[in-house]
């Protein structure tokens, strides 16, 4: 009988894994949707456009301040932002829940771009400040094993381009 619960409570873990990774592949899809919208206002390259939809990949370099721009003019589509360009709780709270199950993962994505954001808080450059910031969210999300997998982001970018 307790190899049966522990089974249940094995497949129940990973289910929720699943899940997780899931809705962060979907945020990231939402979030990017306002990748086009901002290029120009982040004087973002063709170049470097590409490059951000590598985003998750392990080699992506978080070196550029326009990558910085993009994220922050994104995140002002969606009215992530306060006007002082600090994440607004709320309003990420319900983009987040926004997405299918999205509510399994608000509360801890809103808590680690907050860490985030306080590491990184004496960076004056807006742009540089929210690239920081976006670097030590993608680390903390694989650390937390909710990263979506490039391959994941992928398939979804090419389903979504066949219809």
């Known amino acids: 009988m307790a190899h ?3 089974l249940v409570l094995t497949l129940a873990a990973a289910a929720l894994a699943h899940a997780t990774v899931e809705v962060m592949k979907d945020v990231t899809l939402g979030f990017g949707e306002a990748l086009q919208h901002c ?4 004087q973002l390259t063709e170049e470097k456009m590409e490059e951000f939809f590598q985003f998750w990949r392990d080699e992506f370099k978080f070196e550029h301040r326009e990558l910085g721009c993009a ?7 969606f009215n992530l932002l306060t006007d002082s360009s600090r994440m607004h709780h709320e309003n990420t709270d319900k983009f987040i829940k926004s997405f299918p199950n999205g509510e399994v993962l608000a509360r801890q994505m809103v808590k680690l771009i907050h860490s985030c954001e306080q590491q990184f808080d004496h960076e004056e450059d807006h742009c540089w400040r929210i690239l920081k910031v976006a670097e030590c969210f993608k680390i903390g999300c694989q650390a937390q094993g909710i990263a979506p997998s490039m391959e994941m982001i992928m ?3 090419i389903m979504e381009s066949e219809t």
């Open 155 to 157: 398939a979804e970018f």
């Open 39 to 42: 290029r120009e206002t982040s």
């Open 71 to 77: 994220i922050q003019c994104m995140s002002r589509h």
């Open 4 to 6: 049966l619960a522990r």
